[in-house]
DNA sequence: GACAAGATTAGCT
DNA sequence: GCTAATCTTGTCT
């Protein structure tokens, strides 16, 4: 059932551009990780985009500490972090070097490795409750601090094109969870995908 | 050195 | 639907 598909890496271009533009088209890739000779993948269904310099919600809004730094490296960065005491949210970097911002990964729909996620995930059954949510996919895909700062354009995470090339539309709508800046519609799903974070915007 | 807040989730009602 | 859990970071003293 599930195709054996050529896997490589979008390279820094891909991410050098406008974090909008990267957010959107972020949707559909294969989020990848190589994980003790075994791979673990997953089509990434819901981002969210976080501009640096005029977006209040932005950690990297302000000036730049130790902690939000990452957002202002080279894109394709990945800049990993902790939150709420127990998770983790993982963002990719765009845009120019010195520009802090970022693509949150929000939610993806698994594709290999489904028994290591539900392993992580506490042995969960309901495979639609796996990833769809910014900590829930880190959880699965076992990202930490660790990974923080590291390259996704060559190393054992990376995002992938999607070779199946299946058709989506695409749903825009203001992002979740913020105090802040929640008026801008930054926020860009699958339509009808069902891995997609249930949530009031996607009754 | 201490304290408050946070891009969330799980678990119970 | 609501609330507790949980800890790093930033800010202030």
Do not use: W
């Amino acid at each position: 059932m599930i195709k054996k598909t050529v896997l490589i890496p979008l390279k820094q271009e891909f991410f050098n551009r406008k974090t909008v533009t990267v957010a959107r088209e972020l949707l559909g890739k294969i989020l990848v990780k190589n994980y003790n000779n075994s791979i673990l993948t997953g089509r990434i269904v819901e981002t969210e985009a976080y501009l640096g310099d005029s977006d209040p919600a932005c950690h990297a809004y302000g000036k730049i500490t130790k902690r939000n730094e990452v957002l202002f490296e080279k894109p394709g960065t990945i800049y990993v972090y902790f939150i709420y005491g127990n998770y983790f949210c993982f963002n990719v970097v765009t845009e120019q070097e010195g520009v802090g911002s970022a693509v949150l990964i929000r939610a993806v729909e698994p594709i290999q490795g489904i028994d290591t996620f539900k392993k992580r995930r506490n042995f969960l059954k309901d495979i639609y409750n796996l990833t769809n949510g910014p900590a829930k996919l880190s959880m699965a895909f076992g990202f930490n601090l660790k990974d923080n700062r590291k390259d996704i354009t060559g190393g054992e995470i990376f995002i992938a094109a999607d070779s199946t090339k299946v058709k989506f539309e695409i749903e825009i709508s203001e992002r979740i969870g913020l105090n802040k800046g929640t008026e801008f519609p930054y926020r860009f799903f699958i339509k009808g995908n069902r891995f997609v974070t249930k949530h009031k915007f996607n009754k």
